[in-house]
T-cell receptor, first 113, second 111 residues
Framework: GENVEQHPSTLSVQEGDSAVIKCTYS??????FPWYKQELGKGPQLIID?????GEKKDQRIAVTLNKTAKHFSLHITETQPEDSAVYFC????????????FGKGTRLSVIA | NAGVTQTPKFRILKIGQSMTLQCAQD?????MYWYRQDPGMGLKLIYY???????DKGEVPNGYNVSRSTTEDFPLRLELAAPSQTSVYFC??????????FGQGTRLTVV
């Protein structure tokens, strides 16, 4: 089955700097790669996603890149703000009837004001 | 639109007791999941379902059972609670290869 590795497990950045979180996946058939943000005491929420027919997607200060050949994808947050502090999870899945969404272990991002 | 609703939000169980964590979604999603999240850790998949009548084990199924008699509901059963099952439990649903929606979580303590 699919295996998703996520790095780093913790990340501290100064406010205004950029943050990058990287994930690798094992199943070359995976074609959907979402990123979730989990704030304290809440369930994860989708912040951005990318499909395998696209190399990059951007939404304001957040961008995701996908390298299908290397089987890795990354989350980029620019001009970080204190409210970006949270745990971020990457995930991967494929459009197959019986395969679940597989998450990475998460990255705790701290933005220092 | 309620999304994914989990009940209860908090529960304290004694060792050996049983309970059912409820999860309901009103989005007509085929896929439903149960995860546990230990303090400071990631999401571990317990069980999942790709549709009514179909369930499969995830990474950590021991000590749990599920059923999926309807599209909307996906209850998680703990038969003999153990301290190792102290955790926060999240239910999620998705249509398939799309955004997954999570419930607010159930914080379970076994003493």
């Amino acid at each position: 089955g699919e295996n998703v590795e996520q790095h780093p497990s913790t990340l501290s950045v100064q406010e205004g700097d950029s943050a990058v979180i990287k994930c690798t996946y094992s199943d070359s058939a995976s074609n959907y790669f979402p990123w979730y943000k989990q704030e304290l005491g809440k369930g994860p929420q989708l912040i951005i996603d990318i499909r395998s027919n696209v190399g990059e997607k951007k939404d304001q200060r957040i961008a995701v890149t996908l390298n299908k050949t290397a089987k890795h994808f990354s989350l980029h947050i620019t001009e970080t703000q204190p409210e970006d502090s949270a745990v971020y999870f990457c995930a991967a899945t494929k459009n197959s009837g019986n395969t679940p969404l597989v998450f990475g272990k998460g990255t705790r991002l701290s933005v220092i004001a | 639109n309620a999304g994914v609703t989990q009940t209860p939000k908090f529960r304290i169980l004694k060792i050996g007791q049983s309970m059912t964590l409820q999860c309901a979604q009103d989005m007509n999603h085929n896929y439903m999941y149960w995860y546990r999240q230990d303090p400071g850790m990631g999401l571990k998949l317990i069980y999942y379902s790709v549709g009514a009548g179909i369930t499969d084990k995830g990474e950590v199924p021991n000590g749990y059972n599920v059923s999926r008699s309807t599209t909307e509901d996906f209850p998680l059963r703990l038969e003999l609670a153990a301290p190792s099952q102290t955790s926060v439990y999240f239910c999620a649903s998705e249509r398939g290869n799309t955004e997954a929606f999570f419930g607010q979580g159930t914080r379970l303590t076994v003493v």
